[in-house]
């Protein structure tokens, strides 16, 4: 079936440089959340893309989806040591009822 | 409002031992939702239900039961646990985003 696949796993930064990461599906995404856990804490929703080509920005933060709607991606400029933390995407396959289909996350480190 | 609630935070159990995981929201969501999140593995889902009264199994169901006692209350039970439920569980509820509850750390010996 349709999996959502997110990478890189694992990113490590210097403070001020920047990082994506990447939500790839072979199959249409239907809409893309994304979600960032902070260390020894629980996922918190960020945002949601809907719309094909759709570019959101909090902040330092930029959320796309692709023309195709098959990648999403968030980037964050500059980051700082407070952007630690594992980013998940995650498709709702067109449902607000039922589950979602999150990606494996991408768990950033940031060096001051 | 409290949002998701989850206890306890923390628990240890046996080998063999029987359990509860309690989970409550006050958001009159419909959908609730239970993962469990291990190193390098993500957010994996074990059960979830979609409305009251309707539970549907996620990726990894087995060795766990649930209830969705009312529209608020959605619980998770390990009838016998075993060292691999070792992990942190999540509950969630969802309108269009989820919520998730703070977790429960359970470490099986």
């Known amino acids: 079936g349709q999996q959502v696949m997110q990478i890189p796993q694992y990113q490590h930064v210097q403070e001020g440089e920047d990082f994506t990461t990447y939500c790839n599906s072979s199959?249409?995404?239907?809409?893309i959340q994304w979600y960032k856990q902070r260390p020894g804490g629980h996922p918190v929703f960020l945002i949601q893309l809907v719309k094909s080509g759709e570019v959101k920005k909090q902040k330092r933060l930029t959320f796309q989806f692709g023309e195709a709607k098959k990648n999403s991606s968030l980037h964050i400029t500059a980051t700082q040591t407070t952007d630690v933390g594992t980013y998940f995407c995650a498709d709702d396959r067109g449902s607000t009822l039922g589950r979602l289909y999150f990606g494996r996350g991408t768990q950033l480190t940031v060096w001051p | 409002n409290a949002g998701v609630t989850q206890t306890p935070k923390f628990q240890v159990l046996k080998t063999g031992q029987s359990m509860t995981l309690q989970c409550a929201q006050d958001?009159?969501?419909?959908?609730m939702y239970w993962y469990r999140q291990d190193p390098g593995m993500g957010l994996r889902l074990i059960y979830y239900?979609?409305?009251?009264?309707?539970?549907d199994k996620g990726e990894v169901p087995n060795g766990y039961n649930v209830s969705r006692l009312n529209k608020r209350e959605f619980s998770l039970r390990l009838e016998s646990a075993a060292p691999s439920q070792t992990s942190v569980y999540f509950c969630?509820?969802?309108?269009?985003?989820?919520?998730f509850g703070p977790g429960t750390r359970l470490t099986v010996t």
């Open positions: 199959t249409t995404l239907s809409n």
């Open positions: 958001m009159n969501h419909n959908s």
């Open positions: 239900s979609a409305s009251e009264g309707t539970t």
């Open positions: 969630a509820s969802r309108r269009t985003e989820q919520y």
